[in-house]
């Protein structure tokens, strides 16, 4: 089967399309044709291996552990395992690898726990673009950060793959949304539902005296001083990644986070880093809100398998919104 490899660390030259043996199914694993596969911020840091503590984190130290890039995915069963009972041949579904990797390919070896059924009345491109960005805005504002309704939620890098989910899930759990992006994207963040968006270039959020409920930051460029000023007193803020970033450092957005962790104990309001591990009841909750209208997938653009190293790239320079696709 064809795939995108990569050997070493390095820049989008470092991944390779070419021939591997394909995988197979057995036990309690599905084996998925792959139809489309999403390009997350996740994929830009094992393939540079960056900031370089995420090495210890598992990804591997000196080269990356899974060789095939690529997490999120949705396809078409094409064989079961013995242990399977949800699904057969021909099934429909959609999936996160979690740090197993390995979607960047024609066909990919899954789980059954990490895999559910494709929603209804979505493209695969649309459902291959839900599983990790629509994941971590779920836990966030839903399970971390205890969003209700009524209350006021800011998401900072509300255009983003993670912000453009986050700003529907925020809405469909009652919350009146502040969303801060730049000028060009502020209409789409309207159309999924922001009452209020700031454009970070003429406005800092965190200087302006107005207090959220929660501050949900998909960005990483404040402090946690400054971010502190934008909740109010007891107020939530939810730290999730830093996108893609300058690399080529020690600890990139991970200096924020652990900061986070170190000085959570002490202040008067909740902070708390999202860690968001791939499993089957978030894509559960995500697929019923896209099957009833709560949730749509916005696609900036979509690369073909072997054009991998075009998207990467695109991700990495070009400030995507929303989210950029594999088709397969």
């Known amino acids: 089967m064809k795939a995108i490899v990569q050997d070493r660390y390095g820049s989008p030259d470092a991944l390779e399309f070419r021939d591997v ?9 599905i084996l998925v044709r792959v139809r489309a596969a999403a390009v997350n911020a996740y994929d830009w840091h094992v393939m540079r291996g960056d900031p ?5 984190t598992g990804i591997g130290f000196r080269r990356p552990r899974a060789k095939i890039r690529g997490r999120d995915f949705a396809g078409t069963v094409e064989a079961v395992g013995g242990d399977v009972r949800r699904f057969r041949p021909g ?6 690898l979690g740090t197993a990797d390995g979607a960047f390919a024609e066909y990919v070896s899954v789980p059954e726990e990490l895999v559910e059924s494709k929603p209804a009345g979505l493209t695969f491109e649309q459902a291959a673009a839900i599983p990790l960005a629509g994941q971590t805005a779920l836990k966030g504002l839903r399970d971390v950060g205890k969003l209700r309704q009524g209350q006021h939620v800011l998401i900072n890098g509300a255009s983003g793959g993670v912000g453009t989910f986050a700003v529907q899930i925020a809405k469909s759990l009652g919350a009146t949304v502040t969303g801060v992006c730049r000028t060009r994207n502020a209409d789409l963040v309207k159309s999924l539902g922001a009452d209020h968006v700031i454009d970070y270039r003429t406005n800092d959020f965190t200087t ?10 998909l960005v990483g460029n404040h402090s946690l001083t400054a971010l502190r000023r934008a909740v109010t007193p007891g107020g939530t803020i ?3 990644g830093g996108g893609v970033f300058d690399g080529g450092s020690l600890l990139g957005p991970m200096r924020l986070m652990i900061g986070a962790k170190l000085r959570a104990p002490f202040v008067r309001d909740e902070l708390f880093v999202l860690t968001t591990a791939a ?3 978030h894509l559960t909750a995500l697929r019923h809100l896209a099957e009833t209208g709560g949730l749509t997938p916005v696609i900036d ?12 790239r695109y991700v990495e320079t070009e400030h995507a919104r929303a989210k950029v696709v594999i088709t397969v």
């Open 21 to 29: 043996e394909p995988p197979t199914a057995s036990g309690g694993e």
């Open 52 to 56: 370089h503590l995420a090495r210890l």
């Open 91 to 96: 099934d429909e579904v959609f999936g996160d």
């Open 208 to 217: 302006t005296g107005r207090r959220h409920d929660l501050v949900f930051d």
């Open 238 to 240: 939810v730290l999730s």
């Open 279 to 281: 499993g089957r009841d």
């Open 301 to 312: 653009r979509t690369f073909t398998l072997a054009e991998t190293r075009d998207a990467l």
